[in-house]
């Protein structure tokens, strides 16, 4: 079998009873300072092959951890993650042959300009660099991308345009799984719908798979088939735009539903009452 | 593409990213270049100060330990900080994630590293040659070559589990490397021979792979022995880099996995 394919009964992403804690030390006077704190308490998730996950939840909730389980850049403490059937861990170099992330930040060499960092990013995943800029172009035309930013260092772009560029460096590798970190975090609004309609493009045209972190309630709403709520390090709901308004905050909208489920509304009339008391 | 053709691609791409990289920082490339010359042609000048008769032979014995030292620096330095480098940069993640083998990506780091240093050190021999007309008659430049092949493996090998430290430990694990470095330098024989150490540290001289292999290009260059005399020290060199390397590779994917379970892969929380 090809490394490359995958079953096709295969879920995309399946994993189970998820937890990890990070320590971090540091020094207070001449005593060693070590505080613990979990990251995922317990996750269970299945994503189907061709939809589009969101993962919403409060800054520090544990969604890029999540990401970066399934992007075999972090070993999970317990539990086990697949990848179309492939272990995260014991299996990694063929999960990595199907998976590409754009995160927050950028990674990008700042230096160097759009079409070195590609060449670098085809050299990588096997396509070749010809190919890749002819590509790249393509996708970023799409995006509202002029070519003259390709050749100039990556530094002297916005945030904005980087982020683009890094959406076409994932995109060039034709990855099946696609791991979306905030993608749309700092775009303007007319770049955040481009890039929403690419992404729903992506889907249409190529079978993948995506899981989406945002923050963006209309964007969740907009692209992601379900949404998993997740809170403290746990996956507190799931499902479909739809049923989580209807359960949990009819004649609402999405962020009604996320505030309730995660408790925050009731922390926010708490202030307000402590606040006018 | 076939499975090893992917691999050299992406080994290729590893070289070639870094040669951008220089081009980008051309005027720093330049700055240290000259400051590198200038350095080694004031410890060749030391000589001057010897009477007349010791005078071209000093010059030689210094500068093969200017040149060789900065070799061998370029080397460990490239091979060390080239995490360290990437986490700075932010990119680690990504180079980290692709699917190629930690082995073709360390070993684009280490080409590149043997070719940046090989062009530096020509350069500045150039620059030398050129300042101070010595006469190399007696050299014997193939077995110069054949120390030099034989010391970059065990130097690559040091280097990657130098390049480890930065994966452990953020900002002490590139301060380490620098002492390492500096170690090296004092212990290994580059300005002056290893006799004149004081006991106590003299030991770590033969530790050293640096120290072998300034014996060896000094015995080649000054004394014009050919390869076949040499031949002994370069397999002890050779052999010592069998060691090393392996290890190294082994080091550093322990040293992955254990960031990759702690989290300490990426630059910042
Ligand atoms: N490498 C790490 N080392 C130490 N702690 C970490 C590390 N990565 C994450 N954490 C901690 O784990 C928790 C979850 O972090 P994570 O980055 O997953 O949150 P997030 O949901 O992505 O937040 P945000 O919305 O701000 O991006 C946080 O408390 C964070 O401080
Ligand atoms: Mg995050």
New binding site residues.
């Given amino acids: 079998m090809d490394e490359g394919s995958v079953s096709p009964k295969a879920v995309a992403v399946e994993g189970q009873g998820l937890w990890?804690e990070?320590?971090?030390k540091k020094w207070v006077g001449a005593k060693r300072q070590v505080t613990r704190?979990?990251?995922?308490k317990g996750v269970d998730l299945a994503v189907q092959r061709r939809e589009i996950l969101g993962i919403l939840?409060?800054?520090?909730?544990?969604?890029?951890?999540?990401?970066?389980l399934m992007a075999t850049l972090?070993i999970p403490d317990q539990g086990w993650l697949k990848v179309f059937g492939l272990d995260v861990i014991r299996d990694r170099q063929r999960v990595r042959r199907l998976i590409n992330r754009v995160s927050?930040e950028a990674s990008f060499f700042k230096k160097l300009t759009a079409r070195e960092n590609l060449a670098y990013a085809a050299g990588l995943y096997g396509v070749s660099n010809a190919k890749a800029q002819v590509e790249a172009t393509r996708i970023l035309a799409s995006l509202g991308l002029q070519r003259d930013k390709l050749e100039v260092p990556l530094e002297t772009l916005s945030r904005g345009q980087q982020q683009k560029i890094a959406i076409a460096r994932a995109l060039l590798t034709s990855p099946t799984l696609m791991l979306l970190?905030?993608p749309t975090t700092g775009l303007d609004p007319t770049s955040r719908r481009d890039v929403q309609e690419f992404v729903l493009n992506v889907r249409r045209e190529h079978d993948s798979t995506m899981v989406l972190?945002t923050?963006d309630m209309a964007e969740a709403e907009r692209l992601c088939d379900r949404i998993a709520i997740?809170h403290e390090?746990r996956i507190i709901a799931v499902g479909t735009p739809a049923d989580l308004i209807a359960s949990y905050a009819s004649g609402g909208g999405l962020e009604d539903a996320f505030f309730h489920i995660t408790g925050l509304d009731q922390e926010r009339l708490r202030a307000e009452a402590e606040g006018d008391g | 593409m076939s499975p090893a053709g992917r691999e050299l691609h992406a080994l290729w791409s590893v070289v070639r990213r870094n040669f951008h990289l220089v081009r980008r920082y051309l005027g720093w490339e330049l700055v240290f270049l000259f400051y590198n010359v200038i350095n080694t042609l004031t410890i060749a000048l030391i000589a001057f100060a010897l009477p007349p008769a010791d005078r071209d032979r000093t010059i030689i014995y210094l500068t093969i330990g200017a040149l060789l030292w900065n070799f061998l620096s370029i080397l460990f330095q490239e091979v060390a900080s080239s995490v360290s480098w990437e986490r700075w940069e932010g990119t680690i993640e990504y180079s980290f994630m692709a699917p190629i083998h930690r082995l073709t990506y360390l070993a684009g780091v280490c080409m590149y590293a043997v070719l940046y240093g090989v062009l530096r050190t020509i350069v500045i021999l150039v620059a030398v040659a050129l300042f101070f007309h010595i006469h190399l008659a007696r050299a014997d430049w193939l077995g110069a070559a054949m120390i030099l092949a034989g010391s970059s493996l065990p130097f690559i090998g040091l280097g990657l589990i130098g390049a480890v430290l930065p994966l452990l430990s953020t900002e002490r694990g590139a301060q380490a490397t620098q002492v390492i470095q500096g170690v090296i330098l004092l212990v290994s024989g580059i300005y002056y021979p290893i006799s004149v150490l004081p006991g106590w540290i003299r030991w770590m001289s033969h530790l050293s792979p640096a120290t072998y292999t300034l014996e060896a290009a000094r015995r080649a260059i000054l004394n014009g022995e050919g390869p076949l005399h040499l031949l002994p020290l370069t397999i002890k060199l050779f052999l010592s880099g069998l060691i090393l390397v392996p290890l190294g590779l082994a080091v550093f994917q322990l040293a992955e996995h254990w960031a990759m379970r702690?989290?300490?892969?990426?630059r910042s929380?």
Avoid: Q
Avoid at chain 1, 37 to 40: E, F, H, Q, R, V
Avoid at chain 1, 57 to 68: A, C, D, E, F, V
Avoid at chain 2, 262 to 266: A, H, M, P, Q, Y
């Fill in positions: 990890k990070f320590s971090t704190s979990y990251a995922l939840g409060p800054n520090g909730s544990g969604k890029s951890t999540l990401i970066r972090l927050v970190d905030e972190c923050h997740i390090g | 702690n989290g300490t892969l990426k929380g």
